[in-house]
Nanobody, 121 residues
Framework: QVQLVESGGGLVQPGGSLRLSCAVS????????IGWYRQAPGKQRELVAT???????NYADSVKGRFTISRDNAANTVYLQMNSLKPEDTGVYYC???????????????WGQGTQVTVSS
């Protein structure tokens, strides 16, 4: 099995910062693209940022210049540094990873349980 565990969410004032972490564990051969999605109340889940195994990054326009995604391949962990947070960044942030469990297997998609981020004064 593969588990994704997010941490680092919380309540922060507008303009503040948070750092999210997502640790992937279990039966893992390699992790391809890994990233963060978020879901605000009453809205659909949306992409925030992703990073490939080659360290190519992709960001939603709404977070460009404020959020930075990075990964530690040795620790099977992805991070999301969030600066200059706005109330509209509020939501549940989910980690998503494409994981190969064997060298010859196709990658499967896995989700974490999510961590709440609330930006409010």
């Amino acid at each position: 099995q593969v588990q994704l565990v997010e941490s680092g969410g919380g309540l922060v004032q507008p303009g503040g910062s948070l750092r999210l972490s997502c640790a992937v564990s279990g039966s893992i051969f390699s992790i391809n693209t890994i990233g963060w999605y978020r879901q605000a109340p009453g809205k659909q889940r949306e992409l925030v940022a992703t990073i490939t195994s080659g360290d190519s990054t992709n960001y939603a326009d709404s977070v460009k210049g404020r959020f930075t995604i990075s990964r530690d391949n040795a620790a099977n962990t992805v991070y999301l540094q969030m600066n200059s947070l706005k109330p509209e960044d509020t939501g549940v942030y989910y980690c998503n990873a494409e994981v190969k469990r064997r060298s010859f297997s196709i990658p499967n998609n896995y989700w974490g349980q999510g961590t709440q981020v609330t930006v409010s004064s």
